[in-house]
């Protein structure tokens, strides 16, 4: 039986599995990516790494390469990550912002006197594929279920019938399983009210 070579990282001292635990990340992918490439595509090449992150990361570690060995080196590295990450940290933290401050508005709408709607909106910012979602309603409903464009020219999925009630509670969980149980969920009913009928003696 062969046995694996233990790889230790030249920033933190740890394994590259444990990296992301001392607080420097950003530096030890780079110098994983420079000299383990195999072992960094094994633990981050399926991470949601956006494109311009890959590209900083790849540009901090030409600099690198161009540079000099020594006190200059380590301290241009020390400036171009912590930058990197601080970018990083403020988008998270603004798009997190942005999701939470957000509302799903599931509406309820009557076509004729038998026959109504329910459209939902506000789910674009929790990258959840409306389409897809469309699906799942149609099937779950055995309904009509479509996506288009309301009024403010944001997507909306249109469901056909009166499923306000099952649409809501599929929406919290939904949301739950993303950590977003706090998003406020607002429901609108414009279903139409029998008026009332007046006796005649």
């Not at 019938?161 to 429901?187: C, F, P």
């Amino acid at each position: 039986m062969s046995l694996r070579e233990v790889v230790y990282c030249g920033v933190c001292s740890y394994p590259p599995e444990y990296c992301e635990f001392t607080g420097k990340l950003k530096r030890c992918k780079v110098w994983l990516k420079e000299n383990h490439p195999d072992r960094y595509n094994e633990l981050y090449g399926a991470e949601d790494e956006t494109a311009e992150d890959a590209a900083e990361i790849d540009a901090v570690g030409k600099k690198l390469g161009e540079s000099s060995i020594g006190e200059e080196r380590e301290n241009k590295l020390e400036k171009d990550l912590l930058k990197l990450q601080t970018k990083q940290e403020n988008r998270e933290q603004r798009e997190l912002a942005k999701k939470l401050s957000s509302k799903v508005i599931i509406k309820r709408e009557a076509r004729t006197k038998r026959k109504f709607i329910v459209a939902i909106s506000g789910l674009e910012v929790f990258e959840i594929d409306m389409k897809k979602l469309a699906k799942t309603f149609a099937s779950k409903f055995a309904t009509g279920c479509s996506v288009s464009k309301n009024a403010e020219k944001k997507e909306e999925i249109v469901i056909q019938g009166d499923v306000l009630e099952d649409v809501e509670t599929y929406i919290h969980s939904l949301l739950k399983e993303k950590g977003m149980e706090n998003v406020k969920v607002e429901t609108i009913d414009t279903k139409k009210k029998k008026k009332p009928t007046t006796e005649t003696k």
